[in-house]
């Protein structure tokens, strides 16, 4: 387990660490300042179209690579982290707000933390109001957990009801992952990280094998469920 490259990508520990290999100069507690630039607390508005809403600080894994280390999880010896003042009632509200009064805005990535680890009725009220202000066009729900959630991308298409399109990124990792999203209801799956994945250990040609064999495993998945089309993948396929 300790030797797994999951392990080390999901909960790294201080042994883990390469200590000939110093952090980047330019490193800092919040690399991307999402801080400086929040419109309302948890809320990042960095491009004229697109904003950063961070619903809550906690997060089901924390990885080495974390751009919001500096928000998720406690306190520790060596660091006192960032934290919410305003409740998560009013916080939530007065991010709307802002996006009521900020026409120029369409597109809203939902984070945290992660989202996963905010209770369903929650979150779904919070998607709820913002499907409703005129000028949000675009929602992604920023989790790695989702998908494997007891809530999955099913509830999520249940919820919208047809209002968004629903897209997978995240714990794609199999054909049949693809498969098992696809039945869920999402109109298509994202699979980003496989790809630098394949250019890490291959480059191109790595990236080329990698979505050959995705392709393969997709469509012996599908033969397996008797879908000899992707457009035959429904609910059908899941177990009651």
């Known amino acids: 387990m300790y030797a797994d490259p999951v392990r080390r990508y999901m909960l790294p520990v201080f042994s883990d660490r390469r200590t000939d290999w110093p952090s ?3 490193a800092t507690r919040d690399s991307l300042h999402e801080h400086d630039m929040w419109v309302a607390e948890g809320l990042t508005h960095r491009y004229p179209t697109k904003v950063l809403a961070e619903l809550l600080p906690t997060c089901p894994q924390y990885c080495g690579h974390c751009t919001r280390m500096d928000l998720v999880g406690n306190d520790v010896p060596q660091v006192e982290k960032l934290k919410f003042h305003v409740p998560q009632k009013d916080r939530h509200g007065q991010i709307l707000d802002y996006l009521r009064r900020s026409p120029s ?4 990535v939902v984070s945290g933390g992660d989202v996963a680890n905010m209770p369903w009725p929650r979150l779904e009220d919070f998607l709820t109001r913002l499907l409703e202000i005129e000028n949000i066009r ?4 920023a989790t790695k957990a989702l998908i494997g959630h007891g809530l999955g991308a099913a509830g999520v298409v249940e919820a919208v009801d047809n209002r968004a399109e629903v897209y997978v990124d995240g714990g794609v990792r199999r054909g049949v992952d693809v498969v098992k999203a696809l039945a869920m209801g999402a109109r298509a799956v994202l699979i980003g990280r496989p790809q630098l994945w394949g250019l890490t250990l291959g480059g191109e040609d790595g990236v080329v094998k990698m979505l050959a064999m995705l392709r393969a495993e997709l ?7 008797g879908a000899d089309a992707v457009a035959k993948i429904d609910r059908a396929l899941l177990a009651p």
Not at 138 to 141: A, M, N
Not at 219 to 225: H, S, V
């Open 105 to 108: 805005v369409r597109d809203v």
């Open 24 to 26: 980047h100069p330019y």
């Open 138 to 141: 675009d929602i992604r729900l």
């Open 219 to 225: 469509e012996l998945a599908m033969a397996l469920c």
